[in-house]
């Protein structure tokens, strides 16, 4: 019996790791097995659950232009929650990837990123399929968000996108506007000269506009440096103009490199 009771004191730390062991590995294989709830939740933003309640009673709609348009006179009142808890009370069959859509729009012009990104996956639990305009929306929320992971939300947005889809010019010109918002020249021209010549996805009047309009904050990034460091005030106004100017021919002569093989449509 004695001997017994030490051969189990002297095992008790071996058995003790191995328990802890097979249960690490146990925990490890049950979250390989659970399933992100989308393409993009490998960039974790977190995804605010939508209304469901409104401030007031309300006849929803059992056709899918008719609740688009409820949507729309809602919204237009000045209470865009009750907007989306309507389509949330709604039948499947009432919905649309209409609908959805210009619930996503709803979040996307204000820039709520985490909500449009909810939108989108309560859409495609109701099997609804995600349009290009649906990802246009996505990516201008991205575009207006101030979260420091927009940039690569909109990026894996966009590949999403282009493995589900054919991405367009108009798809390809939003994602730019988010390296545009979030001051990030160098990959904003390096996917613009990636472009075809030719084509549907040839650059547009709205794409050369907003390299440009890039550019044009860039240098005035650049020169808010130049003040904030004191510039101004050590050097003459002559020489702090001069300074100016050999920054901003810099610029735009980097511009005219960058857009040289390109043509005006």
């Not at 020169?223 to 021919?249: H, N, P, T």
Request: aromatic share 8%.
């Amino acid at each position: 019996m004695f001997r017994l009771t030490v051969n189990l004191w002297t095992r008790l730390p071996a058995i003790r790791n191995h328990r802890v062991a097979a249960y690490s590995k146990h925990t490890a294989a049950v979250q390989d097995k659970v399933k992100p709830a989308s393409d993009t939740e490998d960039i974790w933003i977190k995804r605010r659950p939508l209304p469901k309640t409104t401030s007031i009673e309300y006849t929803i709609p059992e056709d899918p232009y008719l609740l688009a348009q409820k949507f729309t006179q809602v919204v237009a009142n000045g209470k865009p929650d009750d907007a989306v808890a309507i389509v949330m009370q709604s039948k499947t069959r009432s919905q649309s990837t209409a609908v959805w859509n210009l619930v996503i729009r709803e979040y996307a012009k204000n820039g709520r990123l985490s909500r449009a990104l909810r939108a989108h996956t309560e859409m495609r639990k109701r099997g609804f399929e995600a349009t290009n305009t649906t990802y246009t929306e996505l990516l201008k929320a991205c575009a207006l968000s101030d979260s420091d992971k927009s940039t690569a939300m909109a990026e894996n947005l966009y590949k999403q996108l282009t493995n589900k889809l054919e991405p367009t010019i108009i798809n390809f010109n939003t994602l730019l506007t988010v390296y545009l918002r979030k001051h990030d020249l160098t990959t904003l021209l390096d996917r613009f000269n990636n472009l075809p010549a030719n084509g549907s996805m040839a650059p547009e009047l709205a794409t050369f506009t907003i390299v440009f309009s890039a550019f044009r904050r860039e240098i005035f990034r650049k020169l808010q440096e130049l003040k904030q460091v004191g510039v101004e005030e050590k050097d003459s106004e002559s020489q702090v103009f001069g300074k100016k100017r050999r920054l901003a021919f810099l610029l735009m002569m980097r511009s005219n490199r960058a857009l040289g093989h390109r043509k005006f449509p």
